[in-house]
């Protein structure tokens, strides 16, 4: 029996954030016949792995450091038991639970046909769905866009890598681990790192350089990686994994064998593993040769500013592009692509596409981190050395205060200028309250604001914000 055929104008391959996006204004909005297919659970990387469950872990570690503080404010705290991780996991699951079932009553909303299966290209315009059942099903649409985000790699050189797990895992976990090593040195291996142990977990990164976060500003690179050491978090440097293999008498625990700086032959155990270096695209099961559609280099999709592959009506935007990882870069950019390719009049939306240039980025780091714009060695190699002038300060939050000098965090502010005009070409921040500071000083980044303007704007007392329009 020939499988059923549906038909639409628009169809979008992934149920993340960014493909959801772009469905719902398509449909929503603009009135398109749009469909959505999803193989797993709505909401995506972000919703159910990602963004939204790390930032209630995050929360979690933020409470149990506050109390920890509260003691140099006079307050006592009598813990009767330790944290209860698996209470929590279970909540903040319910939570993610609640949120899946928001995305599919949006989706119904704005009228876009929902189908759990997983879709492989047949043609430049149709697919076929396998359902739940392992029934099929094919849909043709006028365009097709390919959203099915990355999933996070495990080495495949070392043996037992596999016993190991990775930030999916991460959210599975029912117990707190003992001993935790962390392999990798980019964002969510610092974000992960740090709610161990502010949680109570031994902690552990293993790092190939000297610093992590190496994509961030130097200033950035060097105030975490101290703090994290001033935290009690055992940095390797210069660290390759050779093998992990289970504990021959500890329960639950592995073997991990490294090198680092100070040791050729190091094995140490941990009772979990995870692997956080650098993700892959979702492509292996859509197909892609079917429809002739290219993928650069790195094997990601390869699309232009357009969000267009080289197919015609096919299009591809988020993680599976791989240009900046971040939920609201996809939603961005999915509402932008909905808008020039259905919205009227023409004129108005035929060139809509979304700028990638200055979009602000928080690291749920201990402290946290706030990024836009360029580092100040991209900005002297892209502008040149002398057309380029940095203004920078490091100090003690107020929060610190009641402290004692080896319980105090650090707090380091950063904008690069460049030309005449001290035009704001990078911010980097590290402190308390980052991640909520940083969303204004973006938008003035965007507006092309100058050193100027930062000192124009009066000073609000007492913060640690204020530091950005005061200095010298």
């Known amino acids: 029996m020939a499988p059923v055929t549906k038909e639409c104008d628009f169809l979008v391959i992934g149920g993340g954030s960014g493909g959801l996006a772009c469905a719902r204004r398509a449909s929503g909005q603009h009135g398109i016949k749009s469909i959505a297919i999803e193989s797993n659970r709505l909401g995506g990387t972000c919703v159910n792995v990602g963004c939204v469950p790390k930032k209630v872990t995050w929360n979690a570690a933020a409470i149990r450091e506050t109390m920890h503080d509260g003691k140099a404010y006079g307050f006592s705290f009598e813990e009767t038991a330790p944290f209860d991780w698996t209470t929590f996991k279970h909540k903040r699951d319910a939570y993610v639970h609640r949120l899946n079932g928001i995305y599919e009553k949006n989706l119904a909303h704005d009228n876009v046909e929902y189908i759990h299966g997983r879709a492989s290209l047949i043609s430049p315009t149709e697919v076929e769905v396998t359902l739940d059942d392992k029934t099929k099903t094919r849909v043709s649409a006028k365009k097709i866009l390919i959203a099915t985000g990355g999933y996070p790699r495990i080495p495949s050189n070392i043996p037992g890598a596999d016993m190991g797990i990775t930030s999916d895992g991460f959210f599975e976990l029912e117990k707190q681990p003992k001993k935790v090593a962390l392999v990798g040195a980019g964002y969510i291996a610092v974000e992960m790192a ?279």
């Open 194 to 472: 740090g709610m161990f142990n502010a949680l109570g977990s031994e902690t552990h990164m293993f790092i190939r350089q000297n610093s992590f976060l190496r994509s961030f500003d130097p200033m950035i690179q060097d105030v975490v990686t101290k703090e994290y050491e001033r935290q009690g978090i055992h940095i390797h440097r210069g660290s390759n994994q050779t093998k992990v293999e289970k504990h021959p008498s500890k329960e639950g625990f592995m073997n991990l064998h490294y090198t680092d700086s100070n040791t050729k032959s190091g094995v140490d155990d941990f009772d979990c593993i995870l692997w956080a270096i650098g993700r892959a695209p979702e492509v292996e099961h859509v197909n892609l040769p079917a429809a002739g559609v290219e993928l650069n280099d790195h094997g990601m999709i390869k699309v232009d500013d357009f969000q267009n592959t080289n197919v015609p009506n096919v299009y591809a935007l988020g993680d599976v592009c791989g240009r900046i990882e971040l939920t609201p870069v996809a939603i961005a950019a999915g509402r932008k692509l909905a808008d020039r390719l259905f919205g009227q009049p023409r004129e108005k939306f035929a060139n809509s596409h979304l700028n990638y240039d200055n979009v602000p980025s928080v690291v749920f780091a201990h402290p946290e981190v706030g990024s836009v714009g360029l580092s100040e060695p991209a900005a002297r190699e892209k502008f040149g050395d002398a057309n380029v002038k940095v203004y920078k300060t490091a100090f003690t939050a107020m929060y610190y205060a009641m402290m004692e000098p080896d319980q105090k965090g650090p707090t380091s502010y950063k904008l690069v200028c460049v030309g005449p005009e001290e035009k704001v070409v990078g911010l980097h921040i590290v402190g308390i309250g980052s991640s909520e500071m940083l969303q204004g000083f973006g938008v003035a980044i965007k507006m092309g604001a100058t050193k100027a303007d930062f000192d124009s704007c009066v000073a609000i007392h007492p913060t640690s914000s204020e530091e950005l329009v005061t200095l010298k």
